[in-house]
């Protein structure tokens, strides 16, 4: 069975910029969740998607956000881009929620300059 | 939300067992543990949950006493390719948000 995928796996934008983040959760995964990786901040959660729904969010400002396809797949949007954006940006699927076994994805490394 | 504490860094050997334990003194009635595996450039990766008592499987062990303030995920026979980060989390089963902490990053020699 095909993992998660996340397209693309590396983007560079400029500040002020906005972008679009891509999630393909496996097939029959309904709760997609989305978190950031940075050295120094670690591994933090963006918000979770359930059933077409956010379900849960964490602390990230507006300029973050998120939606789900009836298909499951999900994308993510940062608007108004700032350096500190840069990270990887990782998708995660499970079959209900996300206390199911999670499976990531490659992750988007994305690139301010 | 329960705060997850674990050692930064730890050192072992081709074939030891490692143990790696992880304080979580908030934990809440519903919350659950569970393990992750982080190499390098990839996404973390499943290695094993539970609730209470001991759970095994075919990768690892999860050690967790009564009070369930602590779990020790144990590796045994260690092999270079387990250097990687690992990561405790604790969350709900159903309502919370599952908060990674800093991780123990595991270097095998040989």
């Known amino acids: 069975k095909a993992g998660v995928t996340q397209t693309p796996r590396y983007l560079i934008k400029t500040r002020g910029q906005q972008v679009t983040l891509s999630c393909s959760p496996i097939?029959?995964?309904?709760?997609v969740s989305w978190y950031q990786q940075t050295p120094g901040q670690g591994l933090q959660f963006l918000f979770e998607y359930f059933s077409e729904t956010q379900r849960n969010k964490g602390n990230f400002p507006g300029r973050f956000s998120g939606r789900q396809f009836s298909n499951s797949r999900s994308e993510m949007n940062v608007s108004t881009l700032e350096l500190g954006d840069s990270a990887l940006y990782l998708c995660a699927s499970s079959l209900n929620n996300r206390a199911n076994e999670q499976f990531f994805g490659p992750g988007t490394r994305l690139t301010v300059l | 939300l329960a705060k997850t504490t674990q050692p930064i860094s730890m050192d072992s050997y081709e074939g030891q067992e490692v143990n790696i334990t992880c304080s979580h003194n908030n934990i809440a009635t519903n919350d659950y543990i569970t393990w992750y595996q982080q190499f390098p450039s990839q996404g973390p990766r499943f290695i094993i949950q539970?609730?209470?008592t001991k759970v095994t499987n075919e990768v690892a062990s999860l050690f967790i006493p009564a009070d369930r303030k602590s779990s020790t995920l144990s590796l045994p026979r260690v092999s270079l390719s387990d250097t990687a980060v690992y990561y405790c989390l604790v969350g709900d089963w159903n309502t919370d948000k599952l908060i990674f902490g800093t991780g123990t990053r595991l270097q095998v020699f040989p």
């Open positions: 097939s029959g995964h309904r709760s």
């Open positions: 539970g609730y209470k």
